[in-house]
C-alpha cells in the first residue's frame, strides 16, 4: 500500500514536471515569431561651445554645413545645418530655450548620427511683429504657448529641427 501511494505521488509529480516542461515550451515558441528588444545606450556625451560654418569646405559634405564644436569632440551638420544657422542668427538669442534632452540615433554608431533639435523661442506679445510672425511660419514653426506665457502676456514657438551630420 505504502509502495502504491510513493508511486501515485511521483507519477503525479513527474506529470506536473513534465507539463510545466510542455507548457513553457508551447509559451516560447507558440506563435514562430522573432521577438527583438532594443535599448538606448548613450554613445557621446558633451557640450557644445561654439558653432559657425566651416573654414574651408570638404568636397563631400555640403555647401551649408554647420560645424558644432563640443568640449569632446566636432560635430558637422550635413543636414538642417542651413535652418539651424538662420534660426540661431536671427533670433534673439536670450529668448531661444532647448526644450527637450538632445537625443541622436546612430544606427550603424559609424560615426553618422541623426536626430531632432526642439527649440522654442518666447517673446512678449506687445513685442511681437508681423515680420517676426513671417519669420516663424517660413521657418515651420508652431504656436506651443504654456498657461505660464499666457500669464506673462506672452507667446511661445516651438521648432522642431530634423539634423543629421558626422562627428
Do not use: W
Not at 528588444?37 to 561651445?49: G, H, I, S, W
Not at 568640449?71 to 538669442?93: H, M, R, W
Amino acid at each position: 500500500m505504502l509502495f502504491t501511494s510513493m508511486k501515485i505521488t511521483s507519477v503525479i509529480a513527474l506529470t506536473g514536471i513534465l507539463l510545466s516542461g510542455c507548457a513553457t515550451k508551447t509559451l516560447i515558441t507558440k506563435d514562430h515569431k522573432t521577438y527583438n528588444r532594443t535599448t538606448k545606450v548613450t554613445l557621446v556625451e558633451d557640450n557644445v561651445v561654439a558653432f559657425g560654418r566651416p573654414a574651408q569646405l570638404s568636397a563631400n559634405l555640403p555647401k551649408d554645413s554647420i560645424v558644432i564644436a563640443g568640449q569632446k569632440n566636432s560635430y558637422v551638420l550635413t543636414q538642417g545645418g542651413a535652418q539651424f544657422f538662420t534660426l540661431i542668427s536671427k533670433l534673439d538669442p536670450k529668448n531661444i530655450q532647448i526644450t527637450r534632452d538632445l537625443s541622436f540615433y546612430s544606427e550603424k554608431n559609424d560615426g553618422h548620427f541623426s536626430g531632432t533639435l526642439p527649440l522654442s523661442y518666447v517673446k512678449l506679445k506687445e513685442d511681437l511683429s508681423k515680420k517676426d510672425l513671417a519669420f516663424f511660419i517660413e521657418n515651420g514653426a508652431r504656436e506651443c504657448s504654456s498657461s505660464s506665457d499666457e500669464r506673462m502676456q506672452a507667446q511661445r514657438f516651438c521648432f522642431d529641427l530634423k539634423l543629421a551630420g558626422v562627428v
